[in-house]
């Protein structure tokens, strides 16, 4: 994966946690909670630019419960198994 780091404020090393925690939950039924307290990254939690930035990659697909590529979100904001529109 790569990522342009394009909130600013954040270190690189910030960055880095973000994407392990992204590559983690991406293709998981994980919970955020728990990948965050195993990166202990509770403090990303209410973090919005994280919050923002997991948006961007990954979301929760409440179909199936699992966490899909956005580039994988059909229109009815699930992932493509779960849209019935999509075959
Ligand atoms: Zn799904």
């Given amino acids: ?4 780091p394009y909130f600013g404020q954040e ?8 994407n392990q925690i992204i590559y983690a939950l991406n293709g998981s ?5 728990h990948q965050l307290s195993q990166h202990d ?9 994280f919050l923002e930035y997991l ?3 990954i979301f ?8 899909c590529e956005t580039s994988e979100m059909s229109d009815s904001g699930q992932c493509y198994d779960c849209d019935p529109e999509e075959e």
Avoid: Y
């Fill in 11 to 18: 270190t690189h090393a910030e960055l880095d946690l973000w």
């Fill in 29 to 33: 039924c994980d919970s955020l909670e």
């Fill in 1 to 4: 994966m790569s990522h342009i």
């Fill in 60 to 67: 929760l697909c409440d179909g199936c419960g699992w966490w």
């Fill in 55 to 57: 948006d961007n990659e």
């Fill in 41 to 49: 990254a509770e403090h990303l939690q209410d973090h919005q630019p």
